[in-house]
């Protein structure tokens, strides 16, 4: 299409698509529920990556440490356990707070517990451990046990050696089978997510150029008729393809328009119902999904139109 036929495509154009306002709207809609659809689960996905991930950040790992350890020797632990990569924060539990935990989880038998103890509190102090990828949980727990600073203070200098390495393996919990678990699963949920978004793309461009070849099949006759009074193949695409850019640029705007309100009217909603999870997508995200949706139905309408009109051009 050459430039100099640009205003003139463009006024075909949409004098085409009010007078066959039917079948520009039902291309309008097809397009609008394709990119919807996908725009609908490519947020779907975010907000399931981000419950995940709030799932996830609940992973820490327990170093539990002994009664008998000197205060210096557990600072000195503590200290080194800042100093590690993937330590995003690390909580001292004194005896006390273990005890406080305790009582609130479990306040129906709390009592009769302490009470069958004579009040003596059995639980040791720990370190909480929370980490910037939860998913290195294993190693960052394997390097706790290796740690000559914690098998200082797990439990008396003078135990055996075969004693100390189950003691040090029996103090650093971080629930290895369930998380392995929990990790194996949103991999899998993140892989699928990705792979019905390209399958949903894919369906959706042979949805959307099915239509526009049907429009363009509807107006045949006008294209041969163009053909014998001599009219280049450039002129007589360009009204099309541009119609067709057209339509998508609706289509693309209403998808964009119904993810905006959900933006501002569901997710909240879905956010002060289930408090125990966090949805929070950043503003990034959809402005970047409303950019491909945007890009993916323009091309789709360019090329859509272009291809559905080849074998009427032909000589």
Request: no cysteine.
């Amino acid at each position: 299409m050459a430039p100099s036929n640009l205003g003139y495509s463009i006024k075909e154009a949409n004098r085409h698509f009010f007078r066959n306002w039917t079948t520009s709207l039902g291309a309008v809609i097809t397009i609008f529920l394709s990119l919807f659809i996908i725009g609908l689960f490519i947020v779907g996905s975010a907000m399931v990556n981000a419950a995940i991930g709030t799932v996830e950040q609940e992973v820490t790992i327990n170093a539990f440490i002994s009664d008998d350890a000197a205060d210096d020797d557990i600072k000195a632990f503590e200290s080194e356990l800042k100093s590690w990569d993937n330590v995003k924060n690390v909580t001292f539990k004194t005896k006390e707070d273990a005890l406080s935990d305790y009582k609130s989880k479990v306040s129906n038998n709390a009592d009769a517990t302490m009470s069958a103890l004579d009040g003596e509190n059995p639980l040791p102090r720990s370190f909480v451990i929370e980490m910037e990828d939860p998913s290195q949980v294993a190693s960052t727990a394997t390097k706790i046990k290796q740690s000559s600073s914690f098998r200082k203070i797990v439990d008396d200098e003078n135990t055996e050696v075969d004693d100390k390495d189950a003691d040090v393996e029996a103090s650093v919990l971080y629930g290895r089978e369930e998380v392995g678990r929990l990790f194996q699963v949103t991999n899998y949920i993140r892989i699928a997510a990705i792979v019905v978004v390209a399958l949903l793309t894919f369906i959706a461009f042979i949805f959307i150029n099915n239509t526009i070849r049907l429009s363009i099949t509807a107006r045949r006759r006008e294209i041969a008729i163009m053909r014998l009074v001599g009219a280049s193949n450039g002129f007589i695409r360009g009204p099309f393809i541009t119609e067709g850019v057209l339509q998508a640029l609706l289509g693309s705007a209403l998808a964009i328009g119904v993810l905006e309100i959900i933006r501002n009217v569901g997710i909240p909603a879905l956010q002060n119902s289930v408090k125990f999870l966090t949805f929070a997508i950043p503003i990034q995200m959809f402005l970047a999904t409303y950019g491909a949706l945007l890009l993916v139905g323009v091309v789709i309408g360019l090329f859509g139109s272009a291809i559905a009109m080849r074998r009427y051009l032909k000589v």
